[in-house]
């Protein structure tokens, strides 16, 4: 594939454009036409003074996005996170100490973490299913790790299994998983790629989610559910062991990859910024050309010039897509010959100083009985929400909430008293001006006058 760079001068601005593919097409009536077929994946703005060059500037910024999952390690407090040392083993460029030292991290404190979730019979499914491909990505031995749960002595992929177990059983008898759909495909996908066959009885739960249509995130199509699925059920596919029922197998995921390209925008993102990512992944996964994801691609290079990736969550499911990776890689990993280039250059500390511009925020929150309350209050201009949030707490106007941690950040669980359990498939939903928030508390924020509705909603 020749690509080649086209410089044009408009406006005065030095533009860029890349002339993707120069393709040969055969004419349906049987002559040949010579077509000159560009597919201009990027218009860059404003490179003046730099070479025009996309392909070193996505290079770049592929390594930003790296370094700051890198960086991340640091600076995240609480437990390790499987999810992003999935991504930094995926990567193309690493850092083999600081990968190694995270990898301890997670077999220590990860460990016993996971450890006091078993032993208290809680459904961890997608935390297992994370963490066995965490070590998988660092080809570490499975069989060596055990968790010791009253008395018994069992290695990971046992419990794993156990849980899958567990909750196909629950999703026999009530349709639903005691988690989600998203941690059971997790789930299905960490057996599968750590070599263990998956019961087809386990796969078949997936299979009939889809046939259902039963993905969903709120009210909402969760199409970060359907790619997870699409990766699971690809990679089921590729082992070769759900011979009954090969035809139903090959329907879902066809299904899958229909629904993920519906979820298509006209600005190139799938579902939303935050599950593009996993969307390109289970596409490339099922085995869509790099091309046809281009322009999602691009949507996704916006986002991260944009800086709408800073959660090191993000960061971990877009990177291995905009590196042409899926979480199918792992299974052929080998952790031979890698790259150890990445480093860490010193940065300054940024001070943020309160803006001095406020803004006003009305808050308001219906409880499960729909009963509703309205707050108002200012907040400095760029405040998140969290901070705005206890900044009403303050006001002691009646207003209280608390927050329970979780891999992207705060989760909102108690509100005037009020507790949104997963028990119950309740949450604390979340809007502005009628549109659902796309990011939660703390990563949300107040930059312009908006009504805030916290409403507690079943799902
Ligand atoms: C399932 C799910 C939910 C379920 C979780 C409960 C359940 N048992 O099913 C429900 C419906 C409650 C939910 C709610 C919300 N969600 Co949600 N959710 C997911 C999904 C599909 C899978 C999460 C999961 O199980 N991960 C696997 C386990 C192992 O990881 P975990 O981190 O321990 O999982 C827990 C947390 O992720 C937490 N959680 C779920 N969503 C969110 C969102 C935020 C912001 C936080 C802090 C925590 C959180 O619940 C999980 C289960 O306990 C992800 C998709 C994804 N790409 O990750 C989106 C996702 C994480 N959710 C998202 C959003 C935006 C929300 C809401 C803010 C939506 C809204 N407008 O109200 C709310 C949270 C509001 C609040 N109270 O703070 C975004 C976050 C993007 C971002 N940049 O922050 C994602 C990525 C989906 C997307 N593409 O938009 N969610
Ligand atoms: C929200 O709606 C209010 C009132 O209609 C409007 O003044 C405000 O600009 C809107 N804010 C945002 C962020 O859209």
């Not at 010039?305 to 993000?314: D, E, F, I, K």
């Not at 480093?343 to 009305?362: C, G, M, R």
């Not at 005037?416 to 939660?440: I, K, M, P, V």
Request: hydrophobic share 40%; with cysteine.
């Amino acid at each position: 594939m020749a690509g080649r760079n086209l410089c044009l001068l408009l406006a005065g601005a030095e533009r860029c454009m890349v002339v993707h593919s120069v393709k040969w097409f055969e004419h349906t009536h049987g002559r040949f036409y010579k077509m000159l077929h560009l597919i201009i994946i990027s218009l860059i703005a404003f490179v003046s003074g730099k070479p025009c060059d996309t392909e070193g500037s996505n290079n770049e910024l592929l390594l930003t996005l790296n370094k700051n999952l890198l960086r991340s390690l640091e600076t995240q407090e609480g437990l390790p996170n499987p999810s992003v040392h999935l991504a930094l083993r995926l990567s193309n460029y690493h850092n083999l100490a600081k990968e190694s030292e995270h990898l301890n991290k997670l077999k220590n404190h990860l460990h016993s973490d996971i450890q006091n979730s078993l032993s208290n019979s809680q459904s961890v499914v997608g935390l297992l299913a994370l963490y066995t491909l965490a070590l998988k990505s660092s080809c570490y031995d499975l069989n060596s790790v055990t968790f010791t749960v009253s008395e018994n002595n069992e290695n990971l992929l046992t419990h794993l299994k156990k849980q899958m177990e567990q909750e196909k059983e629950h999703i026999a008898i009530n349709h639903r998983p005691l988690t989600n759909y998203y941690q059971y495909s997790l789930g299905v996908l960490a057996l599968c790629i750590s070599g263990v066959r998956v019961n087809n009885h386990v796969s078949n739960k997936i299979i009939k989610a889809v046939e259902h249509e039963h993905f969903k995130h709120g009210d909402a199509e969760s199409t970060d559910t359907y790619a997870m699925a699409g990766m699971a059920l690809q990679c089921v596919k590729d082992a070769g062991s759900h011979v009954h029922g090969a035809d139903e197998l090959q329907t879902a995921l066809s299904k899958i990859k229909q629904k993920i390209l519906a979820a298509q925008r006209t600005d190139g993102h799938i579902g939303n910024e935050f599950s593009t990512g996993l969307a390109v992944q289970a596409l490339l996964a099922m085995g869509s050309q790099v091309d046809e994801c281009a322009a999602s691609m691009e949507a996704m290079r916006a986002d991260a010039r944009s800086n709408t990736y800073h959660n090191p969550m993000a960061i971990s499911q877009t990177l291995p897509a905009l590196q042409q990776k899926s979480y199918l890689t792992v299974k052929n990993k080998n952790c031979l010959h890698e790259d150890d280039t990445l480093v860490l250059e010193p940065i300054d500390p940024v001070v943020v100083t309160p803006s001095e511009t406020n803004v006003a925020l009305t808050v308001e929150v219906v409880t499960s009985s729909g009963a509703a309350a309205v707050y108002s209050l200012d907040v400095p201009k760029g405040s998140s929400l969290l901070e705005a949030l206890q900044l009403l707490k303050g006001k002691n106007v009646g207003f209280t909430f608390e927050t329970e941690s979780s891999m992207w950040g705060p989760f909102l669980s108690l509100v005037n008293g009020e507790q949104a359990r997963q028990s119950d498939r309740r949450y604390w939903h979340l809007s502005s001006n009628s549109t659902a928030l796309s990011e939660g508390v703390s990563d949300f924020k107040i930059e312009a006058a908006q009504k805030i509705i916290i409403t507690n909603k079943s799902y």
